[in-house]
């Protein structure tokens, strides 16, 4: 069990790259006048996680024709290459393996990964199943995969969302130490089913029956309901906020709302989380619901 608390529980990229150009975070994009595809990579692979409800979810707002689900990203993007052989496969483990955190208390270092972690990464990659347990720098990741993309898919028409139950985390100068997040936003955006359970903090009264001692089965059973855990029947719905984040994120370049009954809410505490996600105040403040409706009429 990871007891890994955070401050901030969704980070933004320090750059984007669109075609040839960089634009800083802060810069208001001018929006396209078409939202040409929102990717969604669906590489959970992880119990009641259902990416086709997101993208069904995401069609009620800008068409269904704006939305397609594919493969596992770095899967996808090989085999639409044709690039599914030995020497490619072994380069991205490679790759993926040298953002694995060997140590939270200090930033990831440059480092050629060892032999057994390399057999795992592949088997990963080609299997679909991640031990989420393994800590990534979610930046590092990110830029592994920006690699993939190539022609058009680089457009600003494209907005690519990777699901994946790899635990991400970033670097955060302020305590020198990695904490854990749910997502990492910029190109492409990445969301960790595994960030929902670990970087939001849990009740308060759950880590101080963890510090005496309690037994953690009883703690889970006493505070039910009060943070998301693993095979959560909730974890769908509650995803498709932060989808929507992405979506912001990569349209606007600001994902987020101080409104805590707003779906772009960036919660701290599972219970803010599950308050602006799967609350009764609706989905979004009367600013993002009017800022949205402009957003999916265009």
């Given at each position: 069990?990871?007891?890994?608390?955070?401050?901030?529980?969704?980070?933004?990229?320090?750059?984007?790259?669109?075609?040839?150009?960089?634009?800083?975070?802060?810069?208001?994009?001018?929006?396209?006048?078409?939202?040409?595809?929102?990717?969604?990579?669906?590489?959970?692979?992880?119990?009641?996680?259902?990416?086709?409800?997101?993208?069904?979810?995401?069609?009620?707002?800008f068409?269904?024709?704006?939305?397609?689900?594919?493969?596992?990203?770095?899967?996808?993007?090989?085999?639409?290459?044709?690039?599914?052989?030995?020497?490619?496969?072994?380069?991205?483990?490679?790759?993926?393996c040298?953002?694995?955190i060997?140590?939270?208390?200090?930033?990831?270092?440059?480092?050629?990964?060892?032999?057994?972690?390399?057999?795992?990464?592949?088997?990963?990659?080609?299997?679909?199943?991640?031990?989420?347990?393994?800590?990534?720098?979610?930046?590092?990741?990110?830029?592994?995969?920006?690699?993939?993309?190539?022609?058009?898919?680089t457009?600003?028409?494209?907005?690519?969302?990777?699901?994946?139950?790899?635990?991400?985390?970033?670097?955060?100068q302020?305590?020198?130490?990695?904490?854990?997040?749910?997502?990492?936003?910029?190109?492409?955006?990445?969301?960790?089913?595994?960030?929902?359970?670990?970087?939001?903090?849990?009740?308060?009264?759950?880590?101080?029956?963890?510090?005496?001692?309690?037994d953690?089965?009883?703690?889970?059973?006493?505070?039910?309901?009060?943070?998301?855990?693993?095979?959560?029947?909730?974890?769908?719905?509650?995803?498709?906020?932060?989808?929507?984040?992405?979506?912001?994120?990569?349209?606007?370049?600001?994902?987020?709302c101080?409104?805590?009954?707003c779906?772009?809410?960036?919660?701290?505490w599972?219970?803010?989380?599950?308050?602006?996600?799967?609350g009764?105040?609706?989905?979004?403040?009367?600013?993002?619901?009017?800022?949205?409706?402009?957003?999916?009429?265009?």
């Amino acid at each position: 069990m990871l007891l890994v608390v955070t401050k901030q529980c969704s980070h933004l990229s320090d750059n984007l790259r669109f075609d040839r150009y960089t634009i800083q975070v802060g810069a208001m994009k001018p929006i396209p006048q078409n939202l040409g595809v929102i990717c969604l990579y669906d590489g959970a692979g992880v119990e009641n996680f259902d990416t086709r409800q997101i993208g069904e979810y995401l069609g009620q707002w800008f068409g269904p024709d704006c939305v397609q689900i594919r493969s596992e990203f770095v899967r996808h993007h090989l085999r639409s290459h044709g690039r599914m052989d030995e020497q490619t496969l072994e380069s991205r483990a490679r790759d993926i393996c040298k953002a694995r955190i060997e140590d939270p208390a200090n930033p990831l270092e440059k480092r050629e990964p060892n032999p057994e972690q390399l057999v795992q990464e592949r088997k990963w990659l080609l299997q679909g199943v991640v031990n989420r347990e393994v800590f990534y720098d979610g930046l590092a990741l990110q830029r592994t995969y920006l690699e993939l993309l190539v022609g058009e898919e680089t457009s600003l028409e494209f907005v690519h969302i990777v699901f994946t139950n790899r635990l991400i985390g970033t670097w955060d100068q302020s305590d020198r130490r990695y904490h854990a997040r749910v997502s990492v936003y910029g190109w492409p955006s990445v969301i960790s089913t595994t960030g929902v359970v670990e970087a939001p903090a849990r009740p308060r009264e759950y880590y101080f029956g963890f510090m005496a001692g309690l037994d953690e089965r009883q703690l889970r059973e006493e505070l039910a309901g009060r943070f998301i855990d693993y095979g959560d029947p909730r974890l769908t719905d509650l995803l498709k906020g932060y989808t929507m984040q992405a979506v912001f994120y990569h349209l606007l370049g600001d994902p987020f709302c101080d409104n805590p009954d707003c779906r772009l809410f960036n919660a701290h505490w599972q219970e803010q989380m599950i308050r602006a996600q799967l609350g009764p105040g609706g989905e979004f403040c009367s600013k993002h619901q009017k800022l949205l409706k402009e957003l999916a009429d265009k």
